[in-house]
């Protein structure tokens, strides 16, 4: 049963255009993203990875937005988007190499834990300065536009990179040159300890858009539905020609900005509380129970069966040794010079 105090948006579709598959899925992925960052956060505490930044809480932002593409599209995330990647294929053990940053590494341990980068499934890299990857995500839509591909990009920020630079160059240029793309920005109510209304006077993020012809739009973040909607509707305009758009999705983090920060300097425990009763991941799961797609039965094998997996990957990952010395130069020169290759004879490299 539904709580009273956990109304789905107004907008939603009668009926979800997603197949009861595609719901359960998208529903196990979020847990997935829940119960796998509840594992990196301890393993930080631990002290066997390094800093973390928590996506719980954003679980429907960034799930339900992969669920409104297509998989060709090509993603731009920001460094909280770790239920965009499961979303997007990505394994707990892949991510779990990179927490680790052991030989398995796709990124040879470089770079902080949640800087991602997987080419394969069209993720591409980011880096530590906030909406960085805006800009590359506009360009990249042009050259495939230029190039008559239909695909179209997404870029994820949060509403604090709203106030960088980056962010207006970017959704000018997207809007003069009618990018395919698609801004998706988690509004979690805090830059580190800055509350978004010392973020902006704008009313909300999403009218930022009408600045630079753009539409924008703001959707209640916390409901996969309305979330899947809003980036399904922005990309068929955009594959369409007809410009990008920003989805603002109200949302909220539950753990502190990074596991370096201790929130309780910035916000109350009722706040977070009052946050937590429109859970993203009851939420869907108990439209999915009136849908008929969950009963207890299946979710408590969901539940333990996702569990499983999660242990299952840490202990296939957690003892591997970390990169080689001799990856240190590797992809960084077409010819090594003179004096690496001395060093990289050094430690036994070729
Ligand atoms: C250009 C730049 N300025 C400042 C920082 C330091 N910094 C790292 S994360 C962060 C907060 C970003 O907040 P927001 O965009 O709302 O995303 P959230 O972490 O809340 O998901 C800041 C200021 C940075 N990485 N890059």
Same mark, same amino acid.
């Given at each position: 049963? $539904? ?6 948006? @107004? ?28 594992? +990196?956060? *301890? ?16 679980? +429907? ?19 909280? /988007?770790?239920?965009?990647?499961? @979303?997007? %294929?990505?394994?707990? &053990? ?5 927490? !680790?940053?052991?030989?398995?590494? &796709? ?18 890299? #980011? ?14 839509? $042009? =050259? ?10 997404? @870029?994820?920020? %949060?509403?604090? =990179?709203? *106030? ?14 009618? +990018? ?6 988690? #509004? ?15 009313? #909300?993020? *999403? ?15 916390? /409901?996969? !539905?309305?979330?899947?909607? @809003? ?6 305009? =955009?594959?369409?020609?007809?410009? +990008? ?53 299946? &979710?408590?094998?969901?539940? /333990? ?12 990952? &957690? #003892?591997?040794?970390?990169? *080689? ?20 004879? =050094?430690?036994?490299?070729?």
């Amino acid at each position: 049963m $539904m709580e009273k105090n956990l109304t789905d948006s @107004a907008r939603l579709p009668k009926k979800s255009p997603l197949a009861k598959e595609e719901l359960f899925s998208a529903y196990r992925t979020m847990l997935l993203t829940r119960l796998l960052d509840q594992k +990196a956060l *301890s393993l930080h505490n631990q002290g066997k990875i390094g800093s973390y930044t928590s996506s719980a809480g954003q679980e +429907a932002a960034q799930v339900g937005s992969v669920y409104g593409l297509q998989s060709r599209d090509y993603i731009f995330p920001y460094y909280r /988007d770790q239920g965009v990647l499961l @979303a997007r %294929g990505i394994t707990p &053990e892949q991510l779990l190499n990179r927490y !680790f940053g052991n030989a398995s590494d &796709e990124m040879k341990g470089r770079d902080l834990p949640n800087l991602y980068s997987f080419r394969e499934q069209r993720i591409f890299s #980011n880096s530590a300065p906030i909406a960085s990857n805006l800009q590359i995500s506009v360009g990249f839509a $042009m =050259a495939a536009k230029m190039q008559k591909e239909d695909v179209v990009t997404i @870029a994820y920020l %949060g509403e604090g =990179a709203t *106030s960088s630079g980056e962010f207006h160059v970017a959704l000018n240029f997207a809007g003069v040159f009618k +990018a395919p793309c698609i801004f998706v920005c988690e #509004n979690n109510q805090y830059a580190i300890s800055v509350p978004v209304k010392r973020q902006t006077a704008s009313e #909300n993020i *999403s009218v930022k858009a009408q600045a630079y012809g753009l539409a924008g739009e703001t959707v209640d973040g916390n /409901d996969f !539905f309305a979330v899947q909607t @809003a980036v399904a509707a922005a990309r068929e305009k =955009a594959s369409k020609g007809m410009g +990008a758009t920003l989805v603002e999705c109200i949302t909220y983090r539950y753990s502190p900005h990074s596991s370096a920060d201790d929130w309780k300097k910035y916000r109350s425990s009722e706040e977070v509380e009052e946050w937590k009763k429109k859970d993203p991941l009851i939420r869907f799961k108990n439209r999915l129970f009136e849908m008929s797609i969950l009963s207890k039965e299946v &979710e408590k094998k969901l539940f /333990d069966g996702v569990q499983d997996q999660i242990n299952s990957a840490v202990r296939s990952t &957690e #003892n591997i040794p970390p990169p *080689s010395e001799e990856t240190l130069i590797e992809d960084v020169y077409a010819e090594i010079p003179k004096n690496l290759k001395k060093e990289s004879l =050094a430690f036994g490299g070729t």
